[in-house]
């Protein structure tokens, strides 16, 4: 899994750039759309509102949950994706965002979403991409806590740039605590081992850790914070009601990642450098072996001198 270093630099590559300026999109390689997968509570949507502030860009929400039952039929959906789309090039640069974007593209619509028609969009995407042109500062971006749900061939041929959003490490955890306790009106103080709960939340997500702060930091408990000042216990009895990320779940990210193209391009590259490796350690040891041999005999033959 990637670390959240490398997912701030991949968005920042693939979007911020782009987007912020006309000619570094022009002279960039295009890149019409952006998949974001990881648990929940990670911060996918978070990481698209920091673009779209960092950029300037307009923020446009066709999720399935949020178009279900808005200009209904074909003529309506073309309506609707027709002044989308031309609001966008006018109000450029402009991210478009369709959450849980694997419902669109579900191999088997489960009974209960049948209603609100989540894979409106499937056929219309492809054929929107094409209209695309360079000179358009828009970036469709999806995101997705279940990508495994939906088919891989359709999916990845709209979606070509992947990003997994992994939980994060000790320094990222560490981090965070500081910052949501002291966001949410908590004091950092002598009592309070950030240390020690930045070790045990070890595999819950960023938003596990904010719900736990949040109902940690009450109004009643932060007007007794003079008198009583925080301890990690308070923190870590909220935190354990939270679900965290299993190791399980973690590695059907890394299994699925592995069946996209972009991921068996990866699995491939690597594979080609270690036998690449491999081959010059071999050559290597033989001429070193050599070599010692050489050296052997005209010891040898010094001593019988």
């Not at 446009?60 to 039929?73: E, R």
Request: charged share 30%; with cysteine; glycine share 8%.
């Amino acid at each position: 899994m990637p670390s959240l270093t490398d997912v701030k630099q991949l968005i920042v590559l693939y979007g911020i750039l782009p987007l912020g300026s006309q000619s570094v999109h022009e002279k960039a390689p295009l890149v019409k759309t952006l998949l974001l997968v990881g648990p929940v509570g990670v911060g996918k949507k978070m990481l698209i509102h920091a673009l779209c502030t960092e950029t300037g860009a307009n923020l446009f929400n066709l999720s399935a949950a949020n178009i279900s039952g808005k200009y209904p039929g074909k003529a309506g959906l073309q309506l609707m994706l027709h002044m989308v789309f031309k609001v966008a090039r006018q109000l450029q640069p402009s991210v478009i965002w369709i959450g849980d974007t694997e419902k669109t593209f579900y191999k088997k619509v489960p009974k209960t979403e049948k209603e609100m028609e989540p894979k409106r969009l499937k056929k219309q995407l492809p054929k929107i991409l094409k209209t695309l042109k360079i000179e358009d500062r828009i970036l469709i971006i999806g995101t997705s806590n279940r990508p495994f749900d939906a088919e891989i061939k359709s999916f990845c041929k709209v979606y070509k740039k992947i990003i997994l959003v992994p939980r994060p490490d000790y320094a990222s955890r560490f981090v965070l605590w500081k910052y949501f306790i002291q966001q949410n009106g908590g004091f950092l103080s002598k009592h309070l081992n950030i240390s020690c709960l930045a070790q045990v939340s070890d595999g819950y997500a960023q938003g596990s850790i904010l719900r736990a702060v949040q109902a940690v930091l009450t109004e009643r408990r932060r007007m007794q914070l003079s008198k009583k000042p925080l301890t990690a216990v308070e923190f870590l009895t909220c935190l354990a009601r939270q679900d965290p990320v299993y190791k399980e779940e973690e590695e059907t990210f890394k299994v699925w990642y592995a069946k996209t193209p972009l991921g068996k391009a990866r699995i491939k590259s690597l594979t080609e450098t270690e036998d690449t490796g491999k081959g010059k350690g071999k050559g290597k040891g033989k001429d070193k072996g050599k070599e010692k041999d050489k050296e052997k005999k005209k010891e040898g033959k010094k001593t019988k001198k």
